[in-house]
């Protein structure tokens, strides 16, 4: 069984930056992946970002590379999703979710992975 729990969310301003933390508990598996995820209201969840353990290779969603950066925190059991230079359409509920045994070629697939946080808000304002 595993449980993940997202914080960090709030409201902003455009150009402002977030750090978002998913905290993880249980799982045995030593391959697995973290992600971050997102979704507006009546909109399609999308990919942000990925790390996989235990070769700590990162994915990025095109659009958001170089302004959001992920990390983890292997001895507090946390990966972070930095934010920077915020922008409205950035605006969304942010989901952790995990995925045991990942592969390459389905690690920015949301409905491949197992276990989700309950999400966390991100509000920013124009």
């Known amino acids: 069984q595993v449980h993940l729990a997202e914080s960090g969310g709030g409201l902003v301003q455009v150009g402002d930056s977030l750090r978002l933390s998913c905290v993880a508990s249980?799982?045995?598996?030593?391959?697995?992946?973290m992600a971050w995820f997102r979704q507006v209201r009546g909109k399609e969840r999308e990919f942000v970002a990925a790390?996989?353990?235990?070769?700590?290779?990162?994915y990025y969603a095109d659009a958001l590379k170089g302004r959001f950066t992920m990390s983890k925190d292997n001895a507090r059991k946390t990966v972070y999703l930095q934010m920077t230079s915020l922008k409205p359409e950035n605006t969304a509920v942010y989901y952790c979710?995990?995925?045991?045994?990942?592969?390459?070629?389905?690690?920015?697939?949301?409905?491949?992975?197992?276990?989700w946080g309950h999400g966390t808000q991100v509000t920013v304002s124009s």
């Open positions: 249980g799982g045995t598996s030593n391959s697995y992946a």
């Open positions: 979710a995990r995925l045991s045994s990942p592969i390459t070629s389905t690690i920015r697939a949301g409905g491949r992975y197992q276990y």
């Open positions: 790390i996989r353990w235990p070769n700590g290779a990162q």
